[in-house]
């Protein structure tokens, strides 16, 4: 029955439209300097530096190196061509690249629009616009592109432990984010919003009549 779910079209578009009006409604907030919303990112900051001061930081450091736009490009471009030239699977090689670096333009373009500035904080290294998050965006799209051909896929054994052990890798990537004070909470709530919608409307355009019909296994 999951499987079923999710290799249904109405899905994914469920997937693309609602998380997408709700990212769109957000980077609004963020854009106007909404008073709540401005509230409630320093309310959790105040959280996170009260009890995750500096705990651990070389090992959420490490984490957060696995989100990074160098990891992440290298691992879907190692895939991509993999997919490519060894699977002759040029649907999913095609998907990774589309899903990444378009997510990522979306990312840096949507950073300097709303412009909101990062936490100040000792812990914090960043230099670029705060929202949304690019670690979460980022790991968030691989890890859904990638959980998409795994449950698509009848052939791969333990693939609900790997879509699992996907889930813990983006949720630990993003909590870090918040722990190193690199991120407002808000950066991060978008940064997942944002990945789903993009990663739901690659799905969306991968399974068209149109774009199977050029890009056959």
């Given amino acids: 029955m999951f499987q079923e779910i999710f290799q249904n079209r109405n899905t994914y578009k ?10 769109v409604l957000l980077s609004v907030l963020i854009y106007v300097k909404s008073e709540t919303a401005l509230l409630f990112n320093e309310s959790v900051l105040a959280y996170t530096q009260e009890f995750f001061p500096s705990q651990f930081p070389d090992f959420w450091r490490l984490v957060t190196t696995f989100g990074s736009f160098a990891v992440v490009s290298f691992a879907t471009i190692v895939t991509a061509v993999y997919q490519w030239y ?19 333009i979306l990312v840096y373009a949507i950073k300097v629009g709303t412009g909101l500035p990062r936490p100040t904080s000792l812990l914090s290294i960043e230099e670029t616009m705060s929202f949304p998050s690019g670690h979460t965006a980022l790991t968030g799209i691989y890890a859904f592109i990638s959980g998409y051909f795994i449950i698509k896929d009848k052939s791969k054994r333990h693939k609900y432990i790997v879509l699992l052990l996907s889930f813990i890798a983006v949720f630990l990537i993003s909590f870090s984010r918040l722990v190193l004070h690199e991120h407002w909470v808000l950066d991060v709530v978008g940064g997942i919003l944002l990945s789903v919608s993009w990663s739901s409307i690659i799905v969306l355009g991968l399974t068209s009549k149109k774009v199977t019909k050029y890009l056959r296994v």
């Fill in 14 to 23: 469920t997937l693309a439209t609602v998380p997408g009006v709700l990212f």
């Fill in 86 to 104: 060894v699977k002759k699977n040029h649907r999913e090689a095609t998907a990774y690249l589309v899903a990444m670096f378009g997510g990522l």
